[in-house]
């Protein structure tokens, strides 16, 4: 993997951003992986900004989410449809319509996962998947011991990921139990992967990550099998790299 260690978070967002800025000024329907979380917020930040300065034309770009909480209603502002709204598609004056979550409605969750996986095959694939770091090492809502192989599906959340996920939320309890969430094969299908992490508690998971074993107990250490995958991480987060 290619791992360029940063001074800030700012300065993470500034060369994500501005390199997404320049794959859609080329491409003007390129397709965007995109992560919900705190990490890539200061990317979205600045691919705002540089579609304004540059007046590039975003109206055509697609976009797919990793992941979305199952059984919470997508009006919820918590839910990643409403928190991608919020964080990326707005800013960055995207298409809402090109724009796709999986769908946590459970009535039809049986099959989202395959029909997600087949709207982002029919739209030729991601260019670049943006991704955050679980402390974990989950990426995408695939935690430890998730098959390197899945397509989208539903999963259980763990205990930690919903106590992490909690101050979102007025309590644990309303905090969902279950997820959809592409799978480590579905992440793995883009053609570039741009995974960010920045703080100390991120210093374990990036160093199994990078060089421990590729082994489903650290889903983010899939990366290593990818020809393109870029870490993009600040002095925190990458202390524990030999
Ligand atoms: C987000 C996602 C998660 C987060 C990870 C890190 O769609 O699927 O894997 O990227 O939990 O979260 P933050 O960035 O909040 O530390």
Do not use: W
């Amino acid at each position: 993997a290619e791992v360029i260690i940063v001074k800030s978070q700012d300065e993470a967002g500034a060369l994500v951003g501005a390199s997404i800025a320049d794959l859609i000024a080329a491409n003007p329907r390129a397709v965007l992986g995109l992560a919900t979380g705190s990490t890539p917020i200061v990317v979205y930040n600045h691919l705002a900004s540089q579609v304004k300065e540059r007046n590039i034309d975003v109206s055509q770009v697609q976009g797919f989410a990793l992941d979305e909480y199952a059984g919470l209603p997508v009006e919820h502002p918590e839910s990643y449809r409403s928190v991608i709204t919020r964080t990326v598609v707005e800013p960055v004056g995207l298409t809402p319509d090109l724009v796709h979550v999986p769908n946590g409605d459970l009535s039809t969750i049986a099959t989202a996962g395959r029909d997600y996986d087949a709207a982002i095959a029919a739209a030729g694939g991601v260019d670049v998947q943006i991704l955050g770091i679980g402390t974990d090492g989950h990426i995408g809502f695939n935690e430890p011991g998730s098959s390197l192989a899945s397509g989208t599906r539903i999963k259980t959340l763990t205990e930690q990921t919903r106590l992490d996920n909690a101050r979102f939320f007025n309590s644990l309890d309303e905090v969902p139990t279950h997820c959809i969430t592409q799978g480590i094969g579905t992440i793995l299908k883009a053609r570039h992967l741009v995974l960010l992490a920045f703080g100390e508690n991120k210093a374990d998971a990036v160093a199994q990550s990078i060089e421990g074993p590729v082994s489903a107990m650290c889903p983010a250490s899939a990366m290593q099998l990818h020809p393109h995958a870029t870490f993009v991480i600040d002095e925190a987060a990458a202390s524990k790299l030999k």
